[in-house]
């Protein structure tokens, strides 16, 4: 009884130690600073980052810029070559839909309409009145315009294919030409007219 007791006890403490060592372990992934990259294509030269579990936190066209809100980001070339491959893939016409795991940060809201964004199909847009009414608000285009432009994975959480209702581009942080580069980019891919009111 007394030997079985030992080796519980033995047991005990061994599994405690390890689960400390696991949160620790856990820890230090969640609280490991963001690694980020350039990713350089022939739309010109971007930047993503991903934290400690390699999702991808954050995706800009103006890498300079979106350095700033993540000084203590850590540049690694090559923990960051999963999304230079996938990006070199989308330019190539190669890969419609990319796949990441991805972990943005906002509130709720925001969180329903970059969700919907990424269910606009390659190739085609839709207005922010009709993103508006997919998740349930219907007269609040003009927060979904707002979520839109604060979107922090931008390209791969398509905010470009947001458009206006009357058709117009609307204002996009990587400024229009990109957004009608990237919109006939999709367009030429597909080989169709893009559906504006899609």
């Excluded at 934290?51 to 066209?61: H, I, K, M």
């Excluded at 993540?70 to 330019?91: G, H, M, S």
């Excluded at 809201?109 to 009414?133: C, D, M, N, R």
Aim: hydrophobic share 40%; aromatic share 12%.
């Amino acid at each position: 009884m007394m030997a079985v007791f030992g080796l519980q006890s033995s047991f005990t403490r061994k599994n405690r130690y390890a689960a400390k060592s696991l949160a620790r372990y856990i820890w230090s992934m969640k609280n490991e600073p963001h690694r980020w990259a350039p990713i350089p294509n022939k739309f010109g030269t971007f930047a993503a980052w991903v934290d400690g579990e390699g999702r991808l936190v954050r995706f800009a066209f103006h890498p300079k810029r979106a350095a700033k809100e993540d000084p203590t980001a850590i540049r690694d070339d090559k923990a960051l070559a999963f999304v230079q491959k996938q990006v070199d893939e989308y330019c190539d016409g190669k890969r419609r839909k990319f796949d990441f795991e991805l972990a943005p940060q906002g509130n709720d809201f925001q969180l329903k309409v970059w969700k919907a964004l990424t269910q606009i199909p390659f190739g085609e847009t839709t207005s922010y009145g009709k993103l508006a009414k997919k998740i349930g608000y219907p007269d609040a285009a003009r927060a979904v315009g707002a979520a839109n432009g604060a979107n922090p994975i931008a390209l791969i959480v398509p905010c470009h294919r947001v458009i206006g209702a009357d058709g117009s581009l609307t204002g996009f942080g990587g400024g229009l030409p990109l957004k009608q580069a990237l919109l006939a980019h999709e367009a030429r891919v597909v080989g169709m007219p893009i559906d504006l009111f899609a």
